[in-house]
């Protein structure tokens, strides 16, 4: 069609800007970002976070699941969704994070700390900062200090 032009020109022309566009969508439909579907809402994540830097550190899925007004199955698929990480592990740096802000006050000991984030054992909560930060709370206060 090209070299004679005839019958069949102009659908031959229309039929392949639709094939390039067809494919230039394809192309380029996987680089644009998607809004994610599923996962929880904004509200029921920050009533999470709330409910949790309030001190209930120790709170079940079904404990976090209720306060969304979901059940907890649905409640840790949708968090893993939203953050990528499931709610233990949120919980976890939650508190490592606490645990952060209260060494570097240096106001309370360790052993104090330690209770207020629900741990049953200073010991405990030395093994999980140290697994967490690559160091003791002792060691991660002396650095604070230096600061």
Known sequence: EVIAPGFGTKASVDGLGLVISGELERAFADRTPRKAKGGLA???????DDYLRAGHWNSSVSDLAHLCGISPGHAMRAFRQSTG????????ALRVDRACELLAQDELSVTQIA??????????????????MG???????????VE
Do not use: E, N, V
């Open 42 to 48: 904004p509200w029921q994540l920050r009533r999470i």
């Open 115 to 132: 209770a207020d984030l629900r741990f049953a054992r200073p010991s405990g909560f030395a093994a999980a900062f140290r697994r967490s």
């Open 85 to 92: 990480r499931s709610i233990a592990a949120h919980i976890a």
């Open 135 to 145: 160091m003791s709370p002792h060691l991660y206060r002396q650095f604070k200090r």
